[in-house]
């Protein structure tokens, strides 16, 4: 045979190699897999944060800049407000203006995704059977139910999977493919202050790899390959300087994990609580994991430190348990797939069945029906993932959708006010609030950027959400025009009795009250006495009202 | 000439003896250590109800029904903790609250001692490892032990690992020893039946010197789940056990059986504790298959409950100190160029004696004045209600009062006549109805103000900082008193026609009275 023919045949070998691989059931599942991951991850925005993110880039684009100081808030509005997510922010506002609400939750779902395959395409370095490959990214899409959603963070957790994925198959191939972190963080730096997670993961694997060298941990990289590593991560953390906000960006982040208040009083950063269906598959994932550690007795120095320092962030707070699906999944796919032997066996013995012999020869379905079995099977579960993204993105701002988890129809009535009002909102809904109400002159008491609000706030807020004594006055003395608050909630029914407040407004999901002495001088809008029965306002006036929900 | 071999064997006898004191010597330190970790005041609120609950049975019997507050019970009353709550009574009433917090200490002590005798023979730990292990599970516990019916169960628990040790080492006459303590652990406290388990796990998954000691240990385990029977449940103990434990409602509003919250020190020192167990296991090859089940099913509770740490903490002890001791004899000690763990293995008597007299000492210069009587009336008067109680019997005895569920149990110890408490931490006996009417008020739920009424609640003892205490001024109540020790005030309802405040309530309430 000539060269040429010798080519062309080894290159239809290879193909067709391929070829067969995929269309066996291993790689349908991986590929099945790869679909059900998008699942998970798309969703509505539920975000409380998104609607001030959505306006803040509105402003930054009407300025052409970023803002010196907090727009939305009557409490503390000399308070500097480093933008840190100024660049997603701005995505927003370009993304909304072009596609609405759809493609915004298109983009972050797609994002998302991309995220959960850097995890698997890094596990695929170590070359995990399919089957351990498929079922640890199963386990982990579903161990990180609790956090999934169409929001800022999901970028970090991209972003951080990347950083992770260029660095393992930096030591464990070299090559220059490395250096493309550092563009990333630059990047990243203006997207969102978690780039110092990555920042974090680099440090801990160097360290990590210098320690276990000492410790003679198995697989240890090669120390040609640590050193370009210690420069890229000099270079990831200088380039991240270059932002609006400067070298200061550095240390914002550890803010919010030194901030008390933070810490103690919004709920996305207490302590998982296994009692929560969504939390226990997380719960065992961690459990299995560190079984599987101590069963196996060999792990890389990287692997355990990067599962040590996200296993005791995810526990401090729930909204890490999206670093350990990126950092700890690959080591949960290694080592359950070193542990897959030694499990097949324990259950051939439990059934006390000798081990079989692999058969001499396997008798496939000819190519051309594997091939096309697969893509019908692929091709009908890519549907199922297109018919479940598709009414997500259909969901416009107006909308039941967002009316039954945000004061839609109480913003509605309030923009109908003369004058600008001083409003005590809840703080998961001062996010909408700034979006809806804040071309108008209205402030708020409250929103979601907790750093710029500082603690001192967040503890005089806690006291009134908790109605504790002095709430009153915390109100009043903070020049309150209004309060809006959701029904059935303690403060709700508290100014409901109290002589010093009168209602003003009322629907399913929402109350508002103003000060005896000053509902003269406001000329609010009445209660509207109906609305459209089609209308969204008209529609959840049909719904009971909610429970109340905490922030 | 050869020296004869008597010699050589009295010489490793003295040799073996004199091991044996310096380990105990290491032991002593450290139980010393623990006692002052573990002696607390009446810290868990749960004490008080338990208090009264003993002095009503040692007077006139279990009760059959709730004996306390005026809310309808759903159930008959649980007598299950009959045994520890006459125990309680009889301490408090023989040497006041600081011989209680000293017997309860010293439970605690015996729990993380037998912990480290539980360590096997053959691994001849150094008597340091088993210090530092015995240390370690001494700060863990620090968050959980005090005057509760849980260190029965923690005592109870090391009694059965120790057990259960000598029992692999072939001394099968200790686990006869096993239906008497299960007797009496059943009659103070749930948790003998995590007991039971382990001795199920050591049945399926230790391998004894021969097949008959299984049998045996088998046999043991099975009269202990019959001596259990013996308390004023009867059969429905273990019915009532898996209730407690799979109840959502009790799980939902008791803080011991929530998630462990990972911002508080406790739970902090618990995950230290967890990791150090875990990188131990791996790094010296690994525990055992019951060890590693137990271990794993324990973290899996507590994760669950964090009611159950104190259980895992004794549970690891054993395993810090085998594994502390291997992981140091396989890596760390061939580095630094000792082949063995460098501290003599041999203490001079007089020396180590010298140095457990002087921590005595210091050990008792530290709890002794914990234990007194101005202690423990300062303790109460600062974290109870007392002054604001003592209010109450003067001005308003035998009418009803609204209290929080913690603050409750209090009350039952200062009013264990008349009827007048509203609920306090039982919700086993009270039910869902009467939980969810406390709730309605605690959480200002919209009926709030008709279970208010419904029970003809006139009076209230509240935290300064309670949301009761701004609702019920938003109402028009009006503030007796108030104490700034405990930072709690007395509110009685208005007067009917009395003008409602257009103001919230101010902390402390201008012009209010001491209580």
């Known amino acids: 045979m000539s060269s040429v023919a010798t080519a062309v045949h080894e290159r239809r070998s290879g193909f067709r190699e391929r070829l067969d691989s995929l269309t066996a059931p291993s790689g349908l599942f991986i590929a099945a897999v790869l679909i059900i991951l998008a699942l998970p991850v798309t969703r509505t925005i539920q975000d409380p944060d998104f609607w001030w993110h959505l306006r803040a880039g509105q402003l930054i684009i009407q300025h052409g800049g970023l803002l010196g100081n907090d727009p939305f808030t009557y409490t503390v509005p000399g308070n500097h407000w480093t933008m840190h997510e100024w660049l997603n922010d701005v995505l927003f506002a370009i993304e909304y203006a072009i596609g609405g609400m759809g493609l915004i939750v298109l983009v972050l779902s797609a994002v998302t995704w991309a995220g959960l395959v850097c995890v698997m395409q890094k596990a695929r370095l170590r070359r995990p059977g399919r089957g351990a490959l498929g079922v640890g990214m199963l386990i982990a899409v579903v161990a990180g139910f609790p956090i999934w959603g169409p929001r800022v963070q999901m970028i970090t957790f991209a972003f951080a999977a990347l950083t992770l994925l260029l660095v393992e198959r930096h030591l464990m191939r070299g090559g220059k493919a490395i250096w493309w972190l550092v563009p990333l963080f630059l990047v990243w730096s203006n997207f969102h202050s978690g780039f110092v997670i990555g920042l974090g993961f680099i440090a801990i694997i160097l360290v990590a790899e210098l320690a276990g060298g ?16 210690l420069f890229v991560l000099l270079g990831c953390t200088a380039v991240s300087m270059i932002n609006p906000n ?22 996305e950063w207490f302590s998982p609580n296994f009692h929560d269906w969504e939390v226990l598959i997380y719960g065992a994932m961690l459990l299995a994991l560190v079984m599987m550690i101590v069963a196996n007795r060999h792990i890389r120095a990287r692997d355990a430190a990067l599962v040590l320092v996200t296993g005791t962030l995810s526990l401090q707070s729930a909204r890490h348990i999206a670093l350990l699906v990126a950092a700890a999944t690959p080591v949960f796919i290694d080592q359950l797939a070193m542990a897959t032997p030694r499990l097949r066996s324990a259950v051939r013995r439990m059934r006390r069945r000798p081990a079989t012999p692999q058969p001499a020869v396997r008798v496939q379905p000819p190519l051309l029906f594997r091939a096309t079995a697969s893509a019908l099977v692929v091709a009908a579960l890519g549907g199922i993932a297109v018919a479940w993204l598709i009414p997500k993105m259909q969901v416009p701002a107006y909308s039941l959708v967002y009316a039954r988890e945000f004061p839609v129809c109480a913003a509605q009535w309030l923009s109908g ?15 909408y609030l700034s979006y809806k109400l804040s071309s108008r002159g209205d402030k708020l008491y409250i929103f979601g950027d907790a750093a710029l609000m500082g603690d001192a706030l967040l503890y005089q807020y806690a006291k009134v959400e908790t109605a ?14 209004v309060v809006l608050y959701d029904v059935n909630t303690p403060l709700a029914d508290l100014m409901e009795h109290s002589a010093g407040w009168v209602k003003v407004y009322q629907d399913s999901l929402s109350v508002a009250f103003v000060a005896t002495d000053k509902v003269a001088s406001l000329h609010l809008p009445p209660q509207p006495a109906a609305y459209p029965p089609n209308s969204v306002c008209g529609q959840l006036a049909k719904t009971p009202p909610s429970g109340g929900a905490p922030t | 000439m050869q020296p004869p071999d008597i010699v050589v064997i009295a010489d490793a006898d003295r040799e073996r003896r004199s091991e044996n004191a310096t380990r105990l010597a290491w032991i002593g330190a450290a139980a010393i250590v623990v006692l002052v970790l573990a002696v607390q005041p009446f810290r868990n609120t749960d004490v008080w109800w338990n208090l009264a609950l003993g002095r009503l049975i040692a007077s006139s019997g279990i009760p059959a029904q709730e004996p306390f507050s005026f809310l309808p019970a759903a159930h008959s009353w649980i007598g299950q903790q009959w045994l520890y709550q006459v125990t309680l009574a009889g301490l408090v009433g023989a040497g006041g609250a600081g011989l209680a917090s000293l017997a309860m200490g010293l439970v605690a002590v015996a729990a993380v001692v037998l912990a480290a005798l539980s360590v096997p023979r053959s691994a001849r730990v150094p008597g340091p490892w088993l210090f530092l292990a015995m240390l370690v599970t001494g700060v ?9 019916s849980t260190e029965i169960t923690v005592l109870g628990v090391a009694i059965a690992l120790f057990v259960i040790s000598r029992w692999r080492e072939g001394t099968s006459a200790a686990i006869w020893g096993l239906p008497p303590l299960f007797l009496l652990w059943a009659n103070m406290d749930g948790g003998f039946a995590a007991g039971l388990l382990l001795l199920v796990g050591a049945v399926a998954w230790l391998r004894p010197v021969s097949p008959a000691n299984r049998r045996q240990l088998a046999v043991a385990l099975v009269v202990s789940a019959i001596a259990a029977l013996a308390n004023p449940l009867g059969p429905g103990i273990y019915a009532s056990v898996i209730a407690g434990v799979v109840d959502p409602g009790a799980a939902a509003h008791l803080a011991g059986w929530a998630s462990p919250n990972f911002h508080d020190w406790s739970a902090r020192l618990f995950e230290a504790e967890v990791i150090l167990v875990l990188i131990l296991w791996t790094v010296s090859g690994g525990p055992d298959r019951f060890s590693a089940i137990v271990g794993f099913a324990l973290l899996m509770a507590t ?45 001079h008597p007089i020396a180590s004696s010298a140095v457990l007299v002087a921590m ?8 002794v004045p914990r234990l007194s009587a101005s202690a423990a009336a300062s303790y109460q008067a600062t974290n109870y209600p007392e002054a604001a109680a003592g209010y109450v019997a003067t001005h308003f005895p035998g009418q009803r009062i609204y209290t929080i569920d913690t603050w409750g149990g209090y009350l039952t110890y200062r009013f264990p006549n008349d009827r007048v408490v509203f609920l306090y931490d039982q919700p086993a006996v009270f039910g869902t109805t009467a939980l969810d009417r406390y709730l309605a008020i605690d959480q200002l739920q919209p009926n709030w103000i008709h279970v208010l009424g419904s029970e003809h609640i006139q009076h209230a003892i509240l935290p300064a900082d309670a949301r009761e205490a701004a609702a019920l001024h938003v109402l028009g109540w009006l503030i007796d008193c108030y104490d700034t020790t405990s930072a709690s005030m007395v509110m009685s309802a208005p007067a009917p026609g009395t003008p409602l405040p257009a103001t919230g309530l101010l902390i402390p309430p201008p012009g209010a009275s001491t209580c």
Do not use: C
Not at chain 2, 360 to 367: D, E, G, Q, R, S
């Open chain 1, 417 to 431: 006010a003369p004058e600008p009002l001083k409003i005590f909102n809840q703080y998961g809904e001062g996010g």
């Open chain 1, 468 to 481: 504790q004594p002095g709430w009153d006055s915390i109100i009043r003395n903070a020049d309150t025009d």
């Open chain 2, 360 to 367: 005595t000492a210091l050990m008792a210069a530290v709890v």
């Open chain 2, 140 to 148: 863990v516990l620090t968050g959980v032990v005090g005057v509760s």
């Open chain 1, 246 to 267: 400067g070298p200061t960006i550095l240390l914002y982040a550890l803010g919010t994990q030194t901030s008390g208040a933070q810490q103690s009083l919004i709920q």
């Open chain 2, 303 to 347: 994760f669950f409950a964090e009611e159950n740490l104190g259980i895992f903490a004794i549970f690891v002890a054993p395993q810090l100190a085998v594994h502390g001791a291997r992981a140091w004899t396989r890596h760390v000690a061939p580095r630094i160029g000792h082949p063995r763990w460098s501290a003599p293995r041999h203490v």
């Open chain 1, 214 to 229: 000492w410790l003679h941990m198995p697989d240890p990289a090669s120390t040609a390959r640590l050193r370009p590593l």
